[in-house]
């Protein structure tokens, strides 16, 4: 049986979310109703979130992202960021650039993926596992033209030992999606035309 780390119940839970495109600005739009929970239901400090991400608007974002044409050249993550703080009231944190092997995760408890390369996928693997690392918990989120995954796991580190109830990584359970000699699915340079035009119904 899974069992809660008892500091995550005294304090504000340390989110990070990685990339804010299609998945990650979902995923971020409804981090303030689990904040609003957890306080209502008597926990301390709910959510603490910052999200990062490097990438600027595009024209093509505009179409399946939740931007607007008025905001193509602004950060994706200070954008989302700015309405989240202004209509709920919280004061999350924008970090506009991408994941690096540099990038200090400090005290981050959990890491959410929202990325669409093997590659982002093994740096944050990477950056989540060692001795040196105490995030608790990684979830990853991707998506295909048909299929996906959601996957909650706690990367083997300082924080979480050897342990038959450790929940495992999606890079555990699914290899493939960190391994960089395969060709990755998606086409981020496509036109917003072709994009839709890929997609299956």
């Not at 959990?110 to 060692?130: F, P, Q, W």
């Amino acid at each position: 049986m899974h069992e809660l780390s008892q500091d995550l119940l005294q304090r504000p839970v340390r989110v990070l979310v990685v990339g804010c495109g299609g998945s990650g600005s979902a995923i971020a739009a409804g981090l303030p109703y689990l904040h609003q929970s957890m306080i209502v239901s008597g926990h301390p400090g709910g959510l603490a979130v910052s999200i990062m991400d490097g990438d600027a608007i595009s024209p093509t974002n505009t179409v399946r992202q939740p931007f607007c044409v008025t905001e193509i050249g602004l950060n994706k993550a200070v954008v989302t960021v700015s309405r989240l703080n202004l209509f709920w009231g919280v004061r999350w944190t924008a970090v506009p650039e991408h994941l690096a092997d540099t990038t200090d995760l400090g005290n981050v408890d959990i890491v959410i993926g929202c990325v669409d390369t093997r590659a982002a996928r093994r740096l944050i693997s990477r950056k989540v596992e060692g001795l040196r690392s105490r995030v608790s918990y990684w979830l990853d989120l991707g998506n295909t033209a048909d299929g996906g995954q959601f996957v909650l796991g706690q990367p083997l580190n300082g924080r979480n030992l050897r342990s038959a109830n450790r929940l495992r990584t999606a890079a555990e359970l699914f290899p493939e999606i960190v391994n960089p000699d395969l060709e990755d699915e998606t086409e981020p340079g496509c036109s917003a035309v072709e994009a839709l035009e890929r997609q299956l119904y």
